[in-house]
């Protein structure tokens, strides 16, 4: 670890596209830390509706009001990006017990491969707790309205990818 005593940690997740559950969680676990890495992980098994730039810009554009926020992209193991970012944590939102299941392997298996980093888990908002990005797209896909499920910013690009 360095030598400052900064708490840092990174919020991992493809975020195609960023939610209002993922917005309360950064900006909850911005509080939280004294840095926090929003990490937009490249999956190339994937076909992401938006581009890695894209979503990075799209997090830039809404958490612009937190100023120990930063947005990155990576293709690594979670544990091996945390060490990189000489991180202590690895933040997760978690909406339901099926959820917590599959985070708690990951937990697990994160921190074999990187001891030092912990895992916080954040419950999301009862509000958002059905809310994922795939919901949003499919949606969105269907001209449905995802004003209360999405920031402004993301709304107005949702409707740019329908018009080609």
């Known amino acids: 670890m360095g030598s400052t005593n900064k708490r840092i940690a990174?919020?991992?997740?493809s975020f195609d596209p960023v939610t209002m559950g993922h917005l309360d969680i950064i900006q909850r676990a911005a509080r939280q830390f004294d840095e926090l890495v929003v990490a937009v992980l490249i999956n190339r098994s994937k076909q992401p509706l938006f581009s890695i730039e894209e979503r990075m810009d799209l997090i830039r554009r809404v958490t612009t009001h937190l100023p120990n926020v930063q947005v990155d992209s990576f293709q690594d193991l979670t544990a091996n990006y945390v060490r990189l970012r000489n991180a202590q944590a690895i933040v997760?939102?978690?909406?339901?017990?099926?959820?917590?299941?599959?985070?708690?392997?990951?937990?697990?298996?994160?921190?074999?491969?990187?001891p030092d980093a912990e895992t916080v888990f954040m419950m999301t908002n009862p509000k958002y707790s059905y809310l994922s990005s795939s919901i949003v797209k499919e949606i969105?896909?269907?001209?449905?309205?995802?004003?209360?499920?999405v920031p402004p910013e993301v709304e107005e690009a949702l409707k740019r990818k329908q018009r080609g």
Not at 92 to 114: C, I
Request: glycine share 8%; no cysteine; net charge negative.
């Open 92 to 114: 997760r939102g978690v909406r339901s017990v099926t959820d917590f299941e599959y985070e708690l392997q990951m937990a697990s298996a994160n921190h074999k491969l990187n």
């Open 140 to 149: 969105a896909a269907y001209h449905g309205d995802v004003k209360d499920l």
């Open 10 to 13: 990174v919020y991992p997740g």
